[in-house]
Each structure stands twice: as C-alpha cells, then as structure tokens.
C-alpha cells in the first residue's frame, strides 16, 4: 500500500505498531456505551423479541447449566440453524450470572471493537489520525450498525470484528491471527463460509497473499461443506432455513448455486432492477462521496453478500434494518480508505470534474499576468513556500484545490485539514436520515402498562413452561420450554405450560386475534386460573 507524505500531521506521527491512540480508545468506548444503552432499553420497555433474542438468550442459558441447546421455538437443536458454534464461549458468562444483558454487552462490544480496527486499517493505509478518526466514526455512524445492535441479537455481529481483523492480519502478514480470525468468521454463521472463500479469491489475485488467499478459501470451502451438508441437515432434518428464500432457483444450496450460474437468466431481472439500484444506494449512501470506482476491485470479499441479498425473495434482506449486509460493510470502508489514501477522488470530485467539463474555466489573474510577461507561473520561486510545499499536512491535490484565501473553490473540492469534518457531518446526516429512529420512538407509545407488564413478569415463580407473545417471550426464556402463541392451538390442553402472559393491550400485531382468544378460553378452562390482571396485562396459572 503506498503511503503519502502530505497524509501526517506535523503533531503526529503514523503508528502502525501500537494497537489504538487514545482518541479510538475514546471513540470505541463511547460507542459501547451508547449501542448497549439502546439495545438494553429496548428489552427493558418489553420491545425485545423471541426472533432472534429470545433463541439465543434461551440456548446460552441451557448450555451454561449442562442442557441440550434444544430450542422450543425453533423444534430443534440450535446447530441445525446456523450451524453458529461461535456461541457456545458466550455460554461462560452465563455461568457467572445468567442474564440477557450479557448479549446486549458482548454485541455493543463487537460493533464499537470494529471502529477501533477500522482506524488501524486507515493508519496502516497512510492516512492521518483526525482522518483515520473519522473514518472510524463514519463506521459507527453507518446505520446499519445502530440498526442491527436494537434489533434483538444475531451472531452476525461476532464477526465483524473478525473480519476486520483477517483483513489487518493479512495486510500485516500475521497468520496466525489471520487462522484465528478466519476460523471465527466460519463459527459465527455457516453463509459466511461465502464470505470467507471471496476473502481468499481477493487475496490471492488482488493482494498478492497466495498463501492467506488458499487458507481461506480452503477452511472456507471445508466448513461451507461440513455446516450445509452436514450439520445442519443432522440437528434440524432438513436444508438450511435461508434455502426458502431462493426458492425459484432450487429447493437445495447446491441446486440454488447451480442454477445461479448455469441459468442466468434466471436472476437476470433481479440483478438489474430498481429494487437493486435502490439497494446499492442504500449501501453505499453513508461513504458514497468517498468512493472511487477505481477502488471498487476491494468489494469482490462483499459479493456472496450482497449477491444472496439482491436474489432474495424476502425484502427485509435488503434493508439496513437488518444484520443481512454486515459481512460486507468491512469491505466498503476499505474503498474509502483506499480512496483516501491513494488520494483518488471520490464520487463528489468525479461528478464535480464532470460537470466542469461543461463550463467555461476563469483564469486566475495571477496565471493572466504570467502568461503575458512569458512567465512559467509554477516555477516562479518568489511564491510563498507555504503554497508550494508538498510536505505540508494541508496538501492533498485530488482532494483538496484550494485558492489563495484558503476556501475551496467548489462545494466538493474540500481542503484536506477540513475533510474529517465533512466525512462525519455527511455520516452524521446519513445516521439521521437512515437508522431506524421511528422505533426507538414507537416503543414510548407502548409503555403506558409496563407497571403491570413487569409486576406480570414477576408472578412466574417457576421454571414451568411458558406460553406467550412475541415481545414478551425474551423475558421468559430461562427455562426449557417456551412457545409463541402461534406455534400451538388454544383448542389443545396446553399440559406442557404452566403459565400463559397475554398483554391484549399491546399485542405483537401478528397474533392480536389468538391472544384475545386464548383470554376467552383460558378463563373457561378448569386446570387454569387467572392470577393476575391489569392495564390489559393477564397471567394464567396451571391449578
């Protein structure tokens, strides 16, 4: 990687050695604190769900006390999902004092570690520490990152860090870290053996790292092999879950890759759609000034990802709401940070350079009066050194032409000393715009029972099964059985439960009608006994 003289700071020297300054170390735990505020909230208002919090907050806490990681909302060992073998150290923590606010700390923990590699990566590019800084914080600020760290808890999120970390490891030749990095990534989530294997064809054909290149994509291809094939199919009895979502190409991962490539007409309407474009754009959106297509060859590790999302059938998969484009985001801010440091110009210049293209150029009258006497303006030593040192940290000619008063000559062109601050005004923007504010909002306009929602949650004396809705199933998972309304009958006997929770005034919208008829039934029925009552909130006990 070529480093630029003009990139350091006077003050501050490039050390790519140490492993954070002290402002990264700042920044990561701000973020820390902030992520796991908002995600520990969320449950704390009864917001939280059983898809996916309650799962794992359920299989943690039967690992940590010796039992089957059987969960009753899925039917089956928790292997047969994701084959996420990653979460069984998360287990030790609960050993220490079993409680959901473990994941919430571990997931904040992840997210915020990531931007501290993020910086290393920028260092190590070239790039200064206020623009190395900022780079970091443009990764927080990505909304995807505030989206995903409310929405419940996924094993997605242990392996950014990860994947940052195999990247640095590799740049850095350290392949030790780089096995121990890579083989995380695998125990994280079994699609992102994909990843992985695009890891090590960007390794080998663009990095010159042949040797890292075949690691990956060999441990990549084992464990893609061992998770699908294998394991999966044996803990749940059928294909992997995500298989549903791609139904038209096959009814199998091998029928669904095949078909991907020996029928491309298939997905052909996909790739190029209107839902993509807006896709992408909604990717990009949060760096897009700063990216040149030049660049764009380091998003070949984000092609499994995006590729999976854009030919789903299920829409949510190209949201940023949701975890589905993590494993790619590691990969966009390293275009930025090759952007910068090669000092590229981004997308702002290159439409900026395009529309000068159309317009008549205003010669300075300092080159006027050159150009009349004969002069060569830009050898005329008697100029100030300070406007032809290229030393200087001011210095940055794609990015940064400035006139003689020091202001930039267009909106894009932005000197240097003042681009940390437009990357994170325009990440800040993009933050407000995008992360998913509206549900942090929602959840105040469905509080006004949460007295009699956490004196309900206190009437479960037992570990007895538990039957109840969506929001309040994370509440209720540290026992071995624990059901959603819409995975049993109210017509049946309902013996495996002990307790049915039914908050009819605030009801997960999908089972709103089953909940009032499960209230109407219960009060019928003879082995139960309505405990407790309030604000629309009802506890039925087994007698």
């Known amino acids: ?91 030790l923590l609960y050993k220490i004092y079993p409680t959901v606010y473990w994941l919430f700390l571990v997931q904040a923990i992840c997210l915020s570690s990531a931007a501290g590699l993020t910086w290393k990566l920028a260092q190590l590019a070239g790039l200064n520490q206020r623009l190395s800084l900022a780079v970091a914080i443009a990764y927080l600020l990505y909304p995807e990152i505030f989206n995903i760290n409310l929405f419940d808890f996924h094993p997605d999120v242990l392996a950014v860090p990860a994947i940052f970390g195999a990247v640095l490891a590799a740049k850095q ?105 807006v896709y992408l754009l909604e990717f990009s959106v949060g760096v897009i000034w700063w990216l040149n297509p030049q660049k764009f060859i380091v998003l070949v590790p984000a092609i499994p990802t995006l590729l999976l999302n854009i030919l789903s059938i299920d829409p949510m998969q190209r949201s940023l709401i949701y975890q589905y484009s993590l494993p790619a985001l590691p990969f966009l801010l390293l275009v930025m940070i090759q952007t910068l440091a090669a ?15 159309f317009q008549t150029p205003t010669v300075p009258p300092l080159l006027m009066e050159g150009k009349e006497a004969g002069e060569n303006v830009s050898s005329d030593s008697s100029l100030p050194s300070e406007e032809i040192d290229y030393q200087s940290s001011s210095f940055h000619p794609p990015l940064a032409k400035e006139e003689r008063g020091g202001s930039s000559s267009h909106l894009f062109t932005i000197p240097h000393q003042k681009l940390p601050k437009w990357i994170i005004l325009w990440s800040s923007l993009v933050f407000l715009l995008w992360a998913d504010h509206t549900q942090v909002l929602g959840y105040f306009t469905r509080i006004n029972n949460w007295s009699a929602t956490q004196k309900a949650v206190s ?12 929001r309040l199933a994370p509440h209720f998972t540290h026992r071995k059985t624990i059901k959603l309304l819409n995975q049993v009958s109210p017509d049946f006997n309902l013996r495996e439960f002990d307790y049915v929770i039914l908050n009819l005034r605030h009801p997960w919208p999908d089972t709103k009608d089953l909940g009032e008829k499960y209230a109407t039934q219960l009060k019928a029925k003879p082995n139960f006994k309505l405990s407790y009552q309030k604000n629309g909130v009802l506890v039925f006990k087994r007698i």
């Open 1 to 91: 990687m070529q480093t630029h003289p003009d990139h350091p700071e006077p003050s501050t020297s490039i050390e790519t050695n140490s492993l954070f300054s002290v402002s990264i170390w700042r920044v990561m735990g701000i973020g820390t604190v902030i992520l796991f505020f908002y995600s520990s909230l969320r449950h704390f208002l009864f917001q939280s769900t059983a898809y996916d919090l309650g799962i794992y907050d359920q299989i943690i806490y039967l690992i940590s006390i010796g039992r089957q990681p059987i969960s009753s909302f899925l039917g089956f060992h928790f292997l047969g999902d994701h084959a996420a073998i990653a979460i069984y150290p998360l287990s």
């Open 173 to 277: 030749k350290k392949i030790i870290w780089f096995i121990i990095a890579i083989i995380w990534i695998l125990a994280c989530k079994a699609v992102l053996a994909l990843t992985v294997i695009a890891i090590g064809f960007w390794l080998i054909f663009f990095e010159q790292r042949r040797l890292y290149g075949m690691i990956a994509i060999a441990l990549g291809i084992t464990w893609f092999l061992i998770a699908t094939q294998v394991m999966i199919p044996l803990y749940s009895g059928q294909e992997a879950a995500g298989v549903s979502r791609y139904d038209y190409l096959g009814d199998s991962v091998f029928g669904v890759i095949f078909n991907t490539i020996i029928k491309p007409q298939l997905i052909l309407g996909k790739l190029f759609s209107i839902n993509t474009f």
């Open 343 to 357: 000092e590229k110009p981004g997308l702002a210049n290159s439409l900026w350079g395009l529309w000068n293209k």
């Open 459 to 470: 009437q479960i004396h037992t570990k007895g099964g538990v039957l109840t809705d969506n």
